[in-house]
Antibody, heavy 116, light 108 residues
């Protein structure tokens, strides 16, 4: 079955950087677009970034553009989110999410908490 | 920026029908999706592409559309359906981004 395991969360001071990782298994990773979605404590869901199946295209939400960068390594079945210049409003659980051809947010990891 | 609007809360008695709406200007042109989220858990897809029910989702969950409004209907609500429900759509015309509604807390 599809398994997505996020790691790298923690407590960080404003202005500092953090790198999140997501290890994927149970599906053809190299054919799937991958997203990051976040959820601030007690708040709703917010799309953060997406990388195409081969990493050739990336899109980021305006709220993180220029500060966060999504990337992937298909040889390791990993997707990452490099976060810099972190702000208090970036505090959230960050979910790694697999896309399919018909469903943008098909499978979700359990999330990793980032506290700024 | 593109927004999806949901009511903050809906309350129904067990066995009744719950309807949760989601409105957005571009919904007539984009697919909508519905997610269920229980405390401490990741969201779970319950309706795909406006009306499709994924494998494993009970038949009491259904989706419908009417113009710029989509609706999640839960017929014969059970206590286990108490959760926050999010609608989701996309804007893939001028740019690429995906948007969620603010969420609706369903109380049974």
């Amino acid at each position: 079955q599809v398994v997505l395991v996020e790691s790298g969360g923690g407590v960080v001071q404003p202005g500092r950087s953090l790198r999140l990782s997501c290890a994927a298994s149970g599906f053809a990773f190299e054919t799937s677009a991958m997203h990051w979605v976040r959820q601030a404590p007690g708040k709703g869901l917010e799309w953060v970034a997406v990388t195409s199946f081969d990493g050739s295209k990336e899109f980021h939400a305006d709220s993180v553009k220029g500060r966060f960068t999504i990337s992937r390594d298909n040889s390791k079945n990993m997707v990452s989110l490099e976060m810099s210049d972190l702000r208090r409003e970036d505090t959230a659980v960050y979910f790694c999410v697999r896309a399919t051809t018909t469903v943008t947010f098909q499978d979700w990891g359990q999330g990793t908490l980032v506290t700024v | 920026s593109y927004e999806l609007t949901q009511p903050p809360s809906v309350s129904v008695a067990p066995g009744q029908t719950a309807r949760i709406t989601c409105s957005g200007d571009d919904l007539p042109n984009q697919y909508s999706y519905w997610f269920q989220q229980k405390p401490g858990q990741a969201p779970l897809l319950v309706i795909s592409r406006d009306t499709a029910r994924p494998s494993g989702i009970p038949e009491r969950f259904s989706g419908s559309t009417s113009g710029a409004t989509v609706t999640l209907t839960i017929s014969g609500v059970q206590a286990e359906d108490e959760a926050v429900y999010y609608c989701q759509s996309a804007d893939n015309t001028d740019s690429y981004f995906w948007v969620f509604g603010g969420g609706t807390k369903l109380t049974v």
